[in-house]
């Protein structure tokens, strides 16, 4: 049986629930949008599909047509007896009233095999849950998420592009990307003051470059990008190695310290930063 679309607005009005910046609360209110971001995430009836701030379930409705089950997470107490009157019977759904970031996704995963994350995020914990969901090590195939749109374009964007920088390569060694569609501030109440785009994120097996230390690679992406502009040398000269064994080190690598860090791809930090890292040994 097929659920209604819920509509949105007439369920704001019907329980007179009053929103809450400080969470992030923009509710869809387009039929459209909802439906691409099920469709771009591909669900089907082998997945158990978790979602992040139901709202009044608007994605959830959508969701729950396709998935085997959908378990959502919410944290606004007010929005809990609203999702149990109205979505609650569904055998295929399951609330936890609980802050994301504090969740353990596996205890909710347990042994299914085919797990997606699908979410129209809360912008203002956005970085914090990507970080958590991809460092984890969650069982999930796919994270199809709606945020930002210039987060979403960093978390996608090649070397040489001006958005590239520490959270694309963060994202890219974890994950395969594709911008599913834009979104207009009209498609939801109230309207945010920014353009969103739902961006899916589909988990590598295994991450995209193999490091010798992940926390020197990321450490050396991180002082490349805070010196936007400056030379790569001047970004990672204080990582703690003498001048003539960096000078050796970027030489081993094939990487003239005279770039700037946003012209290196993925492969080429990671190889970078072995070189470095041997030469610590
Ligand atoms: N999914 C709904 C929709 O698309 O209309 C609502 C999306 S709204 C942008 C974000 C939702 O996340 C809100 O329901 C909000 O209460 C919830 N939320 C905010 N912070 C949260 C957190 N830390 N953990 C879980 N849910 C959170």
């Known amino acids: 049986m097929e659920i209604q679309d819920i509509k949105t607005a007439e369920l704001v009005k019907k329980y007179n629930f009053k929103f809450s910046k400080s969470l992030g609360q923009n509710f869809l209110i ?4 909802p439906k691409d971001i099920v469709a771009g995430a591909e669900v089907n009836e082998d997945d158990l599909v978790i979602e992040i701030g139901p709202g009044v379930g608007t994605l959830t409705a959508q969701l729950l047509n ?18 149990s009157k109205e979505i609650g019977d569904n055998p295929k759904f399951t609330l936890i009233h609980n802050d994301a970031l504090k969740v353990n996704f596996n205890e ?8 997606k994350l699908v979410a129209n995020l809360p912008y203002y914990v956005t970085t914090p849950i990507i970080l958590k969901l991809l460092k984890e090590d969650y ?10 749109k210039e987060v979403a374009e960093r978390m996608n964007a090649e070397p040489g592009n001006k958005d590239y920088g520490s959270l694309s390569l963060l994202v890219q060694y974890y994950c395969d990307t594709k911008i599913v569609r ?9 309207r945010p003051k920014v353009d969103s785009i739902v961006i899916r994120l589909d988990k590598l097996t295994e991450p995209k470059v193999s490091v010798k230390s992940e926390k020197l690679f990321f ?12 030379t790569l040398w001047n970004g990672v000269k204080n990582i703690g190695l003498s001048k003539e064994k960096l000078e050796l080190a970027f030489n081993e690598a094939d990487i003239d310290p005279k770039r700037r860090g946003e012209t290196l791809s993925i492969q080429e930090f990671a190889v970078l930063s072995d070189k470095i890292y041997e030469k610590m040994e």
């Open 66 to 83: 396709k998935a085997k089950r959908v378990v959502a997470i919410e944290l606004d107490s007010d929005l809990i007896p609203i999702l």
């Open 139 to 148: 069982k999930f195939k796919s994270l199809t998420i709606m945020i930002q």
């Open 30 to 33: 387009d039929d459209s949008v």
């Open 182 to 190: 834009k979104v207009a501030p009209q498609c939801f109440i109230p």
């Open 219 to 230: 450490d050396i992406i991180r002082s490349s990008f805070n010196m936007r502009r400056k």
């Open 108 to 115: 909710i995963i347990g042994d299914e095999e085919s797990v």
